[in-house]
């Protein structure tokens, strides 16, 4: 069991296509479960019109959470690329699923820095 597990941990194994985006779908779930709930759980949460209040920084944490775990996982894909021999192209597309991913993320989480949570 340890010795399948430390082969999913390589970066050349071809699950690595797909967890960057498995990554950020769980990113993405967590983000308007966190935003639903702190809303609807919080009662002055309607009244805010900063950003900066406990729900965005809360929500901000886990979004740097998961960029600095999208940013070691291309960090290792970019340190194996150099003697990948025949798994170059799987290595090289999981660091661009991985590097999308944190993109995405950064994308959809830019309201947060602008935007008070409870329109």
Known sequence: MRAALLAFWRPEHPAHLVVGLLLWCLWFVLL????????AGLPQAGTWTSPWNVINLG?????????ALF???VWRSWRALPGAGQRHSIIWLGLLVNL???AATLFVVLPIVYLPPCL
């Open 32 to 39: 308007y479960a966190g935003l639903s709930v702190g809303c």
């Open 59 to 67: 929500l901000g944490g886990l979004t740097l959470l998961f960029l």
């Open 71 to 73: 940013a070691l996982l």
């Open 100 to 102: 999308l991913s944190a």
